[in-house]
């Protein structure tokens, strides 16, 4: 990439994250550009759709999920290490309103897995499955739990949690009565 495409492109995931974090990630990709000093044309060559823009800006994120689960596979006991990932995946979710309404899809596994979003669903299922399974095989965990189930609720929470964020603790809340319903 040239040296005046690289700048454009991280002004322009720069101004992504703050609209998103103020305006959810239906913001306006118009305002985007316009506020990273680019026409929308500028804007589209780098990400083609809004999925693809929502994946660029996410991918920071995603990058420390994937390693606190790597660290995390490895702790003596899984069912807490699995419950702290999920809290993390419910944090994440939470960063900006309508990201968990935007990965809900390709987090369960029910988007075509060639999608943008996709890119984050399938590293994050499978960090997940991870934990899910150290959590089984410790017999901390029901076996006829499966990933997709466990995305689709952390989803659900955060979905939830955005909803209500007059309710700073509704999230854990949440998630402590879905644990419920998982262990043995």
Request: with cysteine; proline share 3%; aromatic share 4%.
């Amino acid at each position: 990439m040239r040296a005046d495409a690289r700048r454009n492109h991280e002004r322009l995931l720069t101004e992504a994250r703050a609209a998103f974090a103020a305006h959810g990630t239906d913001a306006s990709l118009e305002d985007v550009a316009r506020r990273a000093g680019v026409g929308i044309g500028t804007l589209y060559r780098h990400f083609p759709t809004r999925e693809a823009l929502i994946n660029a800006v996410f991918q920071e994120a995603l990058a420390a999920l994937l390693q606190r689960g790597r660290e995390l596979a490895e702790a003596e006991e899984p069912c807490p290490a699995l419950v702290e990932w999920l809290r993390s995946l419910i944090t994440h979710a939470s960063e900006y309103r309508g990201l968990s309404r935007a990965l809900m899809p390709a987090m369960s596994g029910s988007r075509d897995a060639s999608s943008v979003l996709a890119q984050c669903g399938v590293p994050l299922r499978a960090t997940g499955e991870t934990l899910l399974s150290r959590a089984q095989e410790a017999g901390t965990v029901r076996d006829d739990v499966s990933i997709g189930d466990l995305m689709r609720l952390t989803n659900a929470i955060a979905l939830a949690a955005e909803q209500s964020p007059e309710d700073a603790e509704l999230a854990d809340r949440l998630l402590e009565l879905t644990l419920r319903g998982l262990k043995r």
